[in-house]
Every structure is written in C-alpha cells, then in structure tokens.
C-alpha cells in the first residue's frame, strides 16, 4: 500500500495517461481538450471497436494490473485484427474504486506497452469513480471495401485456426485457483490468459486470401458457428486437427485439452474461411509454422456447428459463454 497522496483526476491523466502509447503524426489534438481531432487517410474507411472489463466477470479480483491495460486493449485489438483493420487510435474510460499510484502506474504501463507495439496513440477518455470497469475504444483503418466479414464464407471453404486455443481459459483456471500444473507449463497457461497475443498482423494479410473473419473470444466452436450462421451455412470442425499445446495437453490430458480448446474462453486467436483456390495459395504465401495457424474444418451447406471425431459426429458440452445465460 503506498502511502502517497491520492492523485486527483486532473494529475491521474496527466500524469498516466497523457502521452501514453504510441506518438502519430495524425494525432493533431490528442488528450487534453475536449475531443480528439484525427486525420483518416483518403481512400480508407474506419473501423472502430469498443469492449469492457468489469473486475470479477472478466478478470480475477487482484489481477495484476499490467494485465488489465494489456487486456483492456488486447480484446479491442483482437476485434480489429478480425476485420482486417489497421489499428491507429484508443481511448480509455476507467472507473476506478480508488486511485493508487503503483497500480495506476502498472496499468498504464502495461496499456502502453502494448499500444506502442501496435503505434497505437492513446488519444482521450474518461475517468471516473466506481467499481473497477476498463472500456476501450479502438479506431483504425482498412481500405475501402476490403473488411474481412464475417459473412463472407460459404460452403465448401476451409476453416482455419491461429494459436493454441484453450490455453487462455486453463490460465484462467489456474489463476482461479480451480486448476492445478507444474510448471513451466503453468506459467506459459497463465501468461496466455493475463497478456493475450492479438494477430493484427495476420488479420491484415488475410485481407487477400480470406473469405471471413472472426476473433476467438468466446470459444472455438461458438464463434466458428457464428462465422458460419453469419455467412449463411454450417460448419464442421475435426477433432483430430484441432491444435491444442503440449502444456495444456500436459495439464489437463488429451481429452479435457480438446474440450477447452472448443469451448474455452479469452483466447484472442482468429477464426477464418477461404476458398479452396485461395487457401492453396493462403498456405504457400503464408506459411503456417511461420503465421501460427492451421486448417481445423470446413465450411458446409448443411446449418449448425459440429465436431467429426473419426468420422463421427460428437457432443461438445458447453458451447461459448454468453453473460446473460441462465446458471
Ligand atoms: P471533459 O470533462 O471535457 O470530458 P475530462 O476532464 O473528462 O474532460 O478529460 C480531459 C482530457 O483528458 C480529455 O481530452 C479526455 O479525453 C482525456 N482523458 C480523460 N480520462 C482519460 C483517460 N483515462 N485516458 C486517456 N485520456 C483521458
Ligand atoms: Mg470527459
């Protein structure tokens, strides 16, 4: 606990937020008036993403707070990097419960860091007393008509995959204590969970080759299904290539890994669609060791999500979180 005075919300933002990330030329009034001027490019169009943290629905209470910045914009990064977009601007609305100045320091740093690694510049927001609840704006840009949507798949396209999904909801698990592993395949677990990866690079490549689009926030399965219904048909993932990483393997066995890798939470990869023509030239242009990404399914006329386990249709239990569903 420090014992320093509490910094007002004029010297909260001066003296943490003011500045932070990445510095842009087409940054002409950052924060500090009333509004944010900025410079949109010709012949581009602007994305523009928003989601919130709520302290104990989205993080652990006593999370680090290096997480939580680094999270806050992960997740709005995530849900460019699926349009394709070019990430630019962020603004932060913070609700604090009190204002301490290491953990205020943390976040801040743990935000910027991230920003800066995007050339994300931190051009406004709000600050305000509460309950602890981070919401960040992200803008960016993408050239006219070329967003990746999540409607755009149709039968017969392949499914891909980035990244390990699963392993962000077992650190979760880890970090909540309902989860025991030895290390060092517990610390990589949690790591995944507290500072996701979002693929913006591998978003805007996919730009040419990618028929649809989504990010993985929810679950493997949910949001493949969303991207299908989205697009007007079915998918079917096979359980045999779903690519799941030896520490989770490690830590809750072969069929558990699975499981999570379908159904699991705040992974923070992407899901996408392409042709068949197009996915030959998808994975010779962009080589998947190197991307980080894999074939999982393929899209099919025949509506609803499913898993083919040797051939055979299974039952998933669990598919995606939804806030308001009854317990
Ligand atoms: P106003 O009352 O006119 O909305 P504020 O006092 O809320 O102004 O904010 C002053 C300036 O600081 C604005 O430019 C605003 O965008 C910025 N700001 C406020 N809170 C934050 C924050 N948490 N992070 C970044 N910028 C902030
Ligand atoms: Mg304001």
Redesign the pocket.
């Known amino acids: 606990m420090s014992t320093e005075r509490s910094p007002s919300?004029f010297e909260i933002?001066e003296r943490y937020?003011?500045g932070?990330g990445a510095r842009r030329a087409d940054v002409r009034i950052g924060?500090?008036?009333?509004a944010?001027i900025l410079g949109c490019p010709a012949g581009m169009e602007l994305a523009a993403a928003t989601d919130t943290l709520v302290e104990g629905a989205h993080f652990p209470r006593g999370s680090p707070p290096a997480s939580i910045g680094h999270r806050a914009l992960a997740v709005n990064l995530s849900d460019l990097a699926a349009m394709g977009a070019r990430p630019a601007w962020a603004?932060?609305?913070?609700t604090l419960p009190r204002a301490e100045p290491s953990w205020l320091a943390e976040f801040a740093a743990g935000l910027a860091a991230l920003a800066r690694s995007h050339e994300v510049a931190?051009v406004?927001?709000?600050?305000t007393r509460g309950p602890l609840t981070v919401t960040v704006q992200l803008l960016g840009h993408v050239p006219k008509s070329t967003a990746l949507l999540r409607s755009g798949a149709r039968a017969g396209d392949h499914l891909f995959v980035s990244g390990t999904p699963g392993d962000a909801a077992a650190g979760l698990a880890l970090e909540q204590g309902r989860l025991a592993a030895s290390e060092p395949a517990a610390s990589y677990l949690r790591e995944r969970f507290l500072y996701p990866t979002p693929r913006v690079a591998l978003g805007e490549c996919l730009r040419r080759y990618a028929s649809a689009c989504i990010d993985v926030s929810d679950g493997l399965l949910g949001d493949a299904a969303k991207l299908a219904r989205a697009s007007g048909c079915g998918v079917e993932i096979a359980y045999e290539e779903l690519p799941v990483s030896e520490a989770l393997e490690q830590s809750v066995g072969a069929e558990r890994s699975r499981e999570l890798a379908l159904t699991g939470g705040d992974d923070y990869e992407l899901c996408f669609s392409a042709r068949p023509a197009l996915a030959a030239k998808l994975l010779a242009e962009l080589p998947p060791q190197r991307w980080g990404y894999r074939r999982i399914g393929t899209l099919r006329a025949q509506p609803g999500a499913c898993v083919l386990r040797a051939g055979q249709t299974m039952s998933v239990p669990d598919a995606g979180y939804d806030h308001f569903a009854a317990p």
Do not use: K, M, Q, S
């Open positions: 919300e933002i937020f003011r932070g924060v500090g008036d009333d944010a603004l932060l609305a913070l931190l406004g927001g709000d600050t």
